[in-house]
């Protein structure tokens, strides 16, 4: 494929930005920016994150990311609050999300909805993205998601080799849930009960918190929660 911009190596890529083309990636059906080679993830957030855009690395070309729909920003919103407010109590890590990149490989790097690190693992948090393995990712599936995009997201967390990733379907009220194991990965897929994560022990939250409304309300929830600790 042909393109109309090039990065010159003799000067920073920051100065050079490649031109959108009429062209959807054939995993997200997104609209997508090419070059005449593939761009690194250092090159990536240089040209595309520093500028607050909301878009993946995938094998070297940069794929515009769909905007979430209410429900999904709904449950993200709660979730992180949730997580975050948990996590602090116990000093036990940090949970981030959606606008920090994620290197997965030289030249694939991904914004993922949720994500969970131990303290003890911190260092893998630097200024300008994640530079390592974080303990818990969470996907929220959306409408305009497609399989193959689910896919790939999903072999890329397995390539790093993420503990526990959780894709959650609203619209199948259900959470696919994967730990990483001696042999490679397990999955169970949830319907009822509560999700729960090795990495952050003690917190149990009902499916029903998830997919239901109206949702507990975030302070509410914690003081109970610690109170049955």
């Keep these: 494929m042909s393109v109309t911009s090039t990065i010159s190596t003799s000067e920073h890529p920051s100065q050079y930005r490649p031109t959108l083309r009429n062209r959807r990636c054939e995993v997200t059906n997104a609209r997508s920016w090419v070059w005449d080679r593939p761009i690194t993830f250092d090159e990536f957030l240089d040209l595309y994150l520093d500028r607050g855009e909301f878009v993946d690395l995938v094998d070297g070309a940069v794929v515009e990311k769909d905007m979430v729909q209410y429900d999904h920003g709904k449950r993200e919103a709660w979730l992180v609050t949730v997580l975050r407010l948990y996590v602090n109590r116990l000093k036990i890590g940090t949970v981030l999300s959606s606008r920090i990149a994620m290197r997965v490989s ?13 303290r003890e693992n911190e260092s893998i948090l630097q200024q300008r993205g994640v530079f390592g393995v974080p303990d ?3 996907e929220i599936r959306s409408p305009s998601d ?18 526990e990733i959780a894709f959650i379907d609203l619209a199948r009220r259900q959470i696919r849930l994967l730990r990483k194991g001696e042999n490679g990965y397990e999955e169970e897929t949830l319907t009822d009960g509560a999700l729960e994560f090795a990495s952050i ?16 309300d975030e302070l ?4 109970s929660l610690f109170a049955r600790q």
Excluded: M, N
């Design 106 to 118: 030289e030249f694939r790097g991904r914004l993922p909805d949720i994500f969970f690190v131990r």
């Design 201 to 216: 022990p003690g917190l149990a939250l009902k499916l029903g918190w998830i997919f239901d409304e109206p949702r507990p």
């Design 220 to 223: 509410d929830l914690l003081t």
């Design 146 to 163: 497609r399989k193959a995009h689910l896919l790939a997201l999903e072999t890329d967390y397995r390539t790093l080799g993420v503990p």
């Design 136 to 138: 818990v990712v969470i």
